[in-house]
């Protein structure tokens, strides 16, 4: 083999190389991707069964409900659209009903979101950029909370 075919044969091997490594990198990256999505956003995008996103909001006044078996539900709203909600475990100590929650997990049957995660704000000014964001954009952000 002459030294320009062997030359030739380094550099296409080592383009196959980088070009699957890319790939390995991309499929990763997208199988840790989580979206977030207002409670809007999920009813308007019609987000698939299964699909792990994030849905933020507010807590629904009066919607918490602790069942026997550590799972309570809620529903988040961003003051147009309603998504309930389903978590298993202890709840964060700041959550409370009418303040602002990040929640992830998957879209289950009869499209309950089913947590796996629940995000509670940090203090009595903190909103999630997230859910300031879905706000404004449903035309309910009163502006008090920095952004």
Same mark, same amino acid.
């Not at 509670?120 to 909103?127: L, S």
């Given at each position: 083999m002459k030294r320009k075919h062997r030359r030739l044969l380094v550099v296409a091997l080592a383009m196959l190389a980088l070009a699957s490594a890319t790939g390995l990198v991309l499929a990763a990256f997208s199988d840790n991707l989580v979206f977030f999505y207002s409670p809007s956003d999920v009813v308007a995008k019609d987000v698939p069964e299964g699909r792990r996103i994030r849905v933020g909001g507010l807590v629904e006044e009066g919607s918490l409900q602790r069942l026997d078996d550590r799972s309570v539900t809620f529903?988040? /709203?961003?003051?147009?659209?309603?998504?309930?909600?389903?978590?298993?475990g202890q709840l964060p100590d700041l959550f409370r009903e009418g303040q602002g929650v990040v929640t992830e997990g998957t879209i289950g049957a009869g499209r309950v979101f089913q947590a796996s995660t629940v995000l509670?704000?940090?203090?009595? /000014?903190?909103?999630p950029p997230e859910v300031a964001e879905s706000l404004k954009k449903a035309g309910h952000w009163n502006g008090s909370a920095p952004k």
């Open positions: 529903r988040v /709203t961003d003051l147009a659209t309603v998504v309930p909600v389903v978590y298993r509670a704000k940090h203090d009595e /000014t903190y909103m």
